[in-house]
């Protein structure tokens, strides 16, 4: 997988890089950052590129290197996740607890092993548990010399006041499509133009989302739902074609972690592209992407106001239902029966 290495190399978070670029110039690090915008934008990737900065040891002696050289011992350690100064704290089951804030506490009071600096990164702090976040906050203030510590938060989670007073805030910016387009094919060369393009449509500017959208085949699954609604004749039809549907989006969307493991539910995922695809279709009636030339093929009365409102009734529905549990197989049917029948009523009366 072909990863942007150094900071430099990112697409985009200009604002991030430039500051990067004058706290190297100076030698003047801060000791708390805060990277904070949407997932799946780099915020960890860019943590581990200013970390290789930082202790690149291919510039000069005493000095910080503004981009890191990539083939010192320290990159090609950092680079093959094996560094012994760069720690990563990830939540466990889905928040960082107290007992992981005080191991890092104590393990930082040492000085780093090899290098000038260590650098601990504690992932999605915004999932922090109360009396972690309380732990963490004598450390953030003051941490021990040689240690920076970087945070990454969701921009749309809240994150404790007090955490954010102690520690620079540095945004990170969703992706322009063409940018994210450049990321997708940097990791996935193999992949054609056509599905690489519609992964950045539908990612929000996120490569890191475009990534599980390709991942779980959604785009596939979309774009044969698309084809499948559109083209639904009668509601005896509608039974046939759908319900194995139904019961594909249920299965395909419950997926093991790529890293931890555990089994995530990305069906709501799945029902905003839905909900996105079905406002302003960019599919046809065979299931290719749309263009200028080649404008959706929907019933005639599909893309009225008042069908693309009923449309989102049915799926903020279904989110409401799962939200409270409800059977995810049986909650896929009942949706594509009901956006079936919203594209086409004449054919269900």
Known sequence: MDEPFCYTSFLGQERAKNMARRALGHGRMPHALLFRGPAGVGKRLFARGLAAALNC?????????????????????LRSGNHPDFLVIQPEKDAIKIGQVRE??????????????????????????AAAANSLLKTLEEPPAGNILILTAEASREVLPTILSRCQV????????????TAIKRVLPELDDDTA???????????????????????????????????TA???????????????MSEQTLASGEEKGE??????LFLDLLR??????????????????SPPDWPADAGSAQTVSGRFRHIDAALGQLARNCNRVFVCEMLLL???????PAHFS
């Open 234 to 248: 009668s509601a005896a039809e509608a039974v046939l074609t759908l319900l194995p549907l139904a019961q594909e």
């Open 170 to 181: 540095v945004p990170f910016l969703p992706l322009t499509e063409d940018e994210t387009l």
């Open 104 to 129: 890092m506490s104590r393990a930082i009071t040492y000085p780093p092993y090899e290098s000038t600096y260590r650098v601990v990164l504690l992932e999605d702090v915004h999932a922090m548990q």
């Open 338 to 344: 009901h956006l079936a029948a919203s594209a086409a």
């Open 276 to 293: 996105t695809a079905l406002a302003a279709p960019l599919f046809t009636a065979d299931g290719a992407a749309t263009s200028p030339d």
């Open 197 to 231: 393009r519609l992964l950045a449509r539908f990612s929000d500017g996120s490569p890191g989302k475009a990534l599980l959208l390709h991942r779980l085949n959604m785009i596939d699954l979309l774009q044969r739902l698309v084809t499948a609604l559109a083209g």
């Open 57 to 77: 040891r291919g510039g000069q002696p005493g000095q910080f290197a503004l981009t890191a050289c990539g083939s010192c011992s320290s990159c090609k350690k």
């Open 263 to 268: 089994r995530q539910d990305h069906l709501p």
